[in-house]
């Protein structure tokens, strides 16, 4: 078995929820930002993961994730929502008909995101843990 090519999966799964956690943070911590240096609203974010090329077979892709030439990088691309008007009309930032553009961001929906990349995190850890404590017991009956 190639341990390697397994911590450097659970690395890499690690890494894209440390990223999806950073996200989420930011779009909760921006949900009322109207004015960013661009000129409008704060455009919330999203991390995507690509995946490797290739056939769609499982078996084949097991294949491809055993290399690490098929992990890939991550992408972090803005949302493409519109963004909610409110009525509020003494707002600096309020349009000639008084409403505000607030970013679209459900801090719900980012908290349910954040608790699940916190749990795959914590699954990858449980994966890297259990490929570490594989490799130790085959050096222990190899030594024998």
Do not use: C, W
């Amino acid at each position: 078995m190639n341990y390697l090519a397994a911590f450097e999966i659970s690395a890499a799964g690690m890494s894209f929820e440390r990223l999806r956690v950073n996200v989420a943070a930011a779009n909760i911590a921006n949900a009322h930002t109207t004015r960013t240096a661009s000129g409008g609203p704060y455009r919330p974010l999203q991390a995507l993961a690509a995946s490797a090329p290739g056939p769609s077979a499982f078996e084949s892709q097991m294949t491809l994730a055993a290399h690490t030439s098929a992990l890939r990088k991550p992408v972090v691309v803005e949302s493409v929502l519109a963004p909610r008007l409110v009525h509020e009309p003494g707002h600096p930032d309020a349009n000639e008909r008084g409403f505000v553009a607030y970013p679209n961001i459900n801090p719900v929906t980012e908290m349910v995101g954040l608790m699940t990349a916190t749990r795959a995190y914590e699954a990858n850890v449980a994966a890297l843990n259990a490929t570490r404590s594989m490799a130790q017991k085959a050096l222990e009956i190899g030594g024998r």
